[in-house]
């Protein structure tokens, strides 16, 4: 038999040495997990050379049935949809970024709705769980933290990237798009748990839904950091212009919140609404999930208060630091107002003028002249205006 041509689910990334930590880090588009560094290429997200066109398969990563919680075989789509129903399992087939031709031919064989397949082709999509006949089709946001040594002005903290999951009584279709990590991990993670297995396509389901969110949870944990080390920036003694840095930040989370959300309402509709597709057994299983949802919305909201906090008190300091400085340079004038003045009374060209024949007039118009400059000089100081 010729084995159906998917990528590798293991490929290993390439890599660059970071200037700092002197290890070897991925290069592309990467982020920070349980201490490792993870990018796209990491989970098979390669395809045909620049230039070249991709056929059918250079978009499938991994195509298996599944028959009682175990994977039996690996096949072309449509072979595989044919042995799924045969034995009464499942077929989970997964792509990465599709175009239209690649997902046409999936959808022929899967019976996909064009509405649906349309919008896994743009991506681009807002998180929602619609039904078409007797599919499901979730799309999900899936965020990922962009590693930088220091917040600036330009920063990009966070990037998104789409899944969109097809879900029928037998098959599982999952498409990719943009920074979403893929989903090798999740698939090695459920075929260790064959009673999850069991419960058929709802379980995948679940499963990649758990992960995402879980993602959320730790790119908020890497954010936390940033809106810590802004704060601490912010109230430090050596006091600078953060309100660029501020805003930046409070972008990102903004771009944040329009994935998480938007996802509330399809989790809550998977947990609590009557669906054949999903037993009751998994839907607990969401409710979990929605739970995890709510506490990352929760802290989104924190974060977002503090940074309008941070925003408003950096507002608050350059005016306060404004104001010293202003008070500094009155303090100033005012002091050189006064041999100013006396120099002025004196520059004048008059014949007639006191003191202007005597021997000490002038040691004591410099007397008189340093004597109030020191009184205005000291006045000021006890004043905290110098």
């Known amino acids: 038999m010729t084995h159906w041509p998917t990528r590798s689910a293991d490929a290993r990334p390439g890599t660059a040495r970071g200037a700092a930590d ?8 990467q982020w920070r997990r349980a201490g490792k560094w993870h990018s796209l290429d990491d989970t098979g997200s390669g395809g045909a050379l620049p230039g070249q066109r991709r056929c059918t398969a250079d978009v499938v990563v991994d195509c298996a049935v599944y028959d009682e919680g175990c994977r039996t075989a690996s096949l072309p789509p449509r072979e595989a949809l ?3 129903r045969r034995k009464g399992g499942f077929v989970w087939i997964g792509l990465h970024e599709p175009e239209a031709e690649h997902l ?4 022929e064989a899967f019976g996909l709705h064009p509405l649906a397949v349309e919008d896994a082709v743009k991506a681009h999509q807002r998180p929602k769980l619609e039904r078409y006949g007797d599919t499901l089709f979730l799309v999900l946001k899936t965020i990922v933290f962009v590693e930088h040594e220091r917040l600036t002005a330009t920063s990009e903290v966070v990037d998104t990237g789409e899944v969109m999951i097809f879900v029928g009584r037998d098959f599982v279709v999952v498409v990719r798009h943009g920074s979403a990590p893929g989903l090798a991990r999740v698939r090695r993670a ?9 419960h058929g396509p709802a379980a995948v389901l679940h499963a990649i839904t758990d992960q995402v969110v879980d993602d959320y949870l730790d790119v908020a944990d890497a954010v936390e950091l940033d809106v810590d080390t802004l704060e601490s920036e912010v109230f430090a003694a050596a006091q600078g212009d953060d309100a660029e840095r501020i805003y930046q930040l409070k972008r990102e989370l903004i771009e944040f919140k329009h994935a998480v959300v938007p996802m509330a309402r399809p989790l809550q509709r998977l947990s609590e609404d009557p669906d054949p597709l999903v037993s009751a057994e998994i839907a607990r299983y969401f409710r979990d999930v929605a739970d995890h949802l709510s506490h ?3 802290r989104l909201v924190a974060y977002s208060e ?3 906090g941070l925003l408003a008190a950096n507002l608050s300091q350059l005016t306060v630091q404004q104001n010293v400085d202003m008070r500094r340079i009155s303090a100033a004038a005012a002091i050189m107002a006064i041999p100013t003045m006396i120099a002025g ?3 004048m060209n008059f014949r007639h003028m006191p003191e202007l024949g005597w021997s000490f007039g002038y040691p004591l118009m410099v007397g008189v002249t340093s004597v109030l400059s020191a009184l205005c000089y000291r006045a000021f100081r006890r004043n905290g205006w110098l």
């Open 82 to 84: 044919e042995e799924a």
């Open 104 to 107: 046409a031919e999936i959808a």
């Open 190 to 198: 459920l075929e260790a748990r064959p009673e999850m297995l069991r």
């Open 296 to 298: 990352v919305k929760e």
């Open 345 to 347: 009374f004196y520059g």
């Open 22 to 29: 002197g290890q070897r880090r991925p290069t592309g588009r």
């Open 306 to 308: 503090l940074v309008d």
